[in-house]
């Protein structure tokens, strides 16, 4: 198979965290990462959504493209903390291009979050050594087409009690022919098991045989630039450039209705004017 890149853009936002009956005082953080399968070769990058300059304990950064927000402390029960910190999420996909829009819907996304604590001050000087105490893992239903725009309170378990609200969105935004390198299950691994390996990939059928069908063939150095695909090797070329550009346009058109819908809801919010 010859594969296509396919880029996909998460933005999650961590609202309100509120203390139902956490046992100890102390001083508390999030760590959202997002998960993709080891079997879908891939590059994900995280950023937070408008951090300029160094970080500190009194904001949210990045640690292995995982985010840590700021840490918070908490000193009795039914206490909420507002947090409002947004994060982006952009993953880098390398998918089969006789099935982009399929790859995609099967794609097993999964957003962690993690709970840490410390009681200890001196401890905050080590910010990635603060122990996890509880996590859960969030399957996230992506839609190539409608997108992912869901809000949820995520409860962590009964021995820390304690509640973060997230709203994650998601949508699909680029398609196009692989431009970087990805990491890919090595040779010898089996559904998903063994090492990962750098490189690009000797697939089966080239780029051309994708674009053009599997009756394209490619024209020796003697005929240049004269060579002229058959009809039917264009018209091949047509449809799935099409169709790449239909999945691309839907993609638009559900995050332009999911935009619109919320202006009507909350007409509160800034009111800006989208280009068709």
């Known amino acids: 198979m010859s594969e296509v890149q396919g880029t996909v853009e998460f933005s999650v936002e961590l609202h309100k965290f509120h203390n139902v009956d956490l046992f100890?005082?102390?001083?508390?953080?999030?760590?959202?990462?997002?998960k993709i399968p080891s079997r879908i070769p891939h590059r994900l990058f995280a950023t937070i959504a408008g951090q300029t300059g160094d970080s500190s304990l009194c904001s949210?950064?990045?640690?292995?493209?995982?985010?840590?927000?700021r840490i918070f402390q908490i000193l009795y029960r039914n206490e909420e903390i507002i947090l409002n910190e947004s994060m982006n999420f952009r993953v880098h996909l390398l998918l089969d291009g006789e099935r982009v829009e399929d790859a995609l819907s099967e794609a097993d996304f999964q957003l962690k979050l993690d709970l840490h604590f410390t009681?200890?001050?001196?401890?905050?000087?080590?910010?990635?050594?603060?122990p996890m105490i509880s996590s859960r893992t969030l399957c996230l239903h992506f839609h190539p087409r409608r997108g992912l725009h869901h809000h949820v309170p995520v409860m962590f378990d009964y021995f820390h009690l304690s509640v973060i609200s997230v709203?994650?969105?998601?949508?699909?935004?680029?398609?196009?022919q692989p431009l970087i390198s990805f990491a890919r299950p090595g040779k010898g691994s089996w559904l998903?098991?063994?090492?990962?390996?750098?490189?690009?990939?000797?697939?089966?059928?080239?780029?051309?045989?994708?674009?053009?069908?599997?009756?394209y063939c490619k024209p020796t150095s003697s005929e240049g630039s004269f060579y002229v695909p058959s009809e039917n090797c264009m018209q091949h070329a047509y449809k799935w450039h099409k169709?790449?550009?239909?999945?691309?346009?839907?993609?638009?058109?559900?995050?332009?209705?999911?935009?619109?819908?919320?202006?009507?809801?909350?007409?509160?919010?800034?009111?800006?004017?989208l280009g068709k």
């Open 24 to 34: 100890q005082r102390g001083y508390y953080q999030i760590r959202v990462g997002l």
């Open 60 to 69: 949210a950064c990045v640690h292995e493209n995982n985010v840590y927000s």
């Open 119 to 130: 009681d200890s001050e001196q401890q905050l000087r080590d910010v990635p050594v603060i």
């Open 167 to 176: 709203t994650v969105h998601a949508s699909l935004v680029a398609l196009h």
């Open 192 to 215: 998903g098991k063994g090492n990962l390996e750098a490189g690009p990939d000797q697939s089966s059928m080239s780029l051309e045989n994708l674009v053009f069908g599997a009756g």
């Open 243 to 273: 169709d790449l550009c239909f999945l691309l346009l839907n993609a638009q058109r559900g995050l332009h209705m999911y935009y619109t819908l919320i202006m009507k809801e909350i007409p509160d919010l800034p009111q800006l004017k």
